[in-house]
């Protein structure tokens, strides 16, 4: 058989392994592959050990015969005169039967409602009540893990902790001005169980980087990092009022006016959830969409919120 036929044997799905063998020592026995049985790679194998000279896949590749293929899994007849064993965990090839039982995409519990939606799979599926969503955690912050949908890598999720409202107020931004792309498309998506709230938005390419960003917005970028860090708080001020002069500073800096109406707009959104809402600029928060536009994705953030998750890390002691 080709080289190439048998390198598509390598790519039998995930979840192929699970289960085909008990675990156990080291060198647990599998059952005997017998002449003229159909068998196929252990992907597990695969993953953790490439093929190689001296592996019975590799021996297969040799002396099995493709006989049939179905999507990903392809069925080989094993034609060597003897039987053999295959070691340890996982093995490296598997009878096709074991494979194909094994391979069976997972039936699971879907809920009723998107307010309440769980995590299976340890936490690689998002079940909604639209069906199963194949995650992947891809940023974490300090109330957020962000999740790309493998499905639509066009999508993330964020997953929010409770009393965070970061992106509630980006959600509301956006549903105020649909079409400033300097805004996140965010919006609300549902919640778990457990509590934390589900966001959706398309995938932004973050870091910051410049040459991934329009001239003029770069330029803006930095117009606005320059007023932000050079405005400080000041004594018995509380976050807002300084978000508001870092805003002043931008308006007469000379951000194009999109740039600048979605500033505005999250200083405004904000003030509907408190007094307590400072403006970060840099690099890690901010992004840019698949045109270049500087996108405002993580401006905004809760300085009492922040405070107090930094104490309760400290203890009551404050160590």
């Known amino acids: 058989m080709s080289n190439g036929a048998w390198a598509t044997l390598g790519a039998v799905a995930a979840v192929a392994a699970a289960g085909l063998v008990r675990r156990g020592g080291a060198n ?37 015969t493709v006989i049939a293929s179905s999507g990903a899994l392809v069925n080989v007849r094993w034609d060597g005169v003897e039987d053999f064993q295959t070691y340890g965990y996982p093995n490296e090839v598997v009878l096709e039967a074991q494979a194909t039982k094994a391979s069976a995409k997972p039936e699971y519990r879907l809920p009723e409602s998107d307010d309440d939606m769980v995590l299976a799979d340890r936490g690689k599926v998002l079940l ?25 890598p066009s999508r993330v999720f964020a997953f929010v902790s409770e009393g965070a409202y970061e992106k509630e107020i980006l959600a509301d931004a956006h549903r105020s001005l649909p079409k400033n792309p300097h805004i996140p498309a965010v919006e609300r998506f549902g ?28 330029a803006a970028f930095n117009k606005i990092r320059a007023c932000i860090s050079k405005t400080y708080a000041r004594p018995k001020q509380r976050p807002y009022q ?56 993580d401006l905004l953030y809760d300085k009492d919120l922040v405070l107090r998750k930094r104490q309760a890390k400290r203890g009551p002691r404050g160590w």
């Open 128 to 152: 909604t009540s639209r069906g199963p969503v194949p995650i992947k955690q891809i940023g974490k912050g300090m109330f957020s893990t962000i999740h790309r949908d493998l499905n639509d």
């Open 242 to 297: 300084t978000t508001e002069r870092m805003v002043e500073c931008v308006e007469q800096a000379g951000v194009p006016d999109a740039i600048l109406e979605a500033v505005q707009e999250l200083r405004d959104a904000s003030a509907n959830y408190g007094d307590s809402f400072g403006m970060e600029f840099s690099p890690r928060n901010v992004a840019t969409d698949a045109d270049g536009n500087l996108v405002l994705l």
């Open 191 to 218: 919640t778990l169980t457990d509590g934390r709230m589900v966001y959706a938005m398309p995938f932004y390419v973050a870091p910051y980087r410049k040459d991934n960003a329009k001239a003029s917005d770069h």
């Open 28 to 64: 647990r026995r599998a059952p005997k592959i017998k002449a003229g049985d159909r068998v196929a790679y252990n992907p597990r194998y695969v993953e953790r050990s490439p093929i190689g000279p001296q592996t019975k896949a590799n021996l297969l590749a040799y002396r099995g």
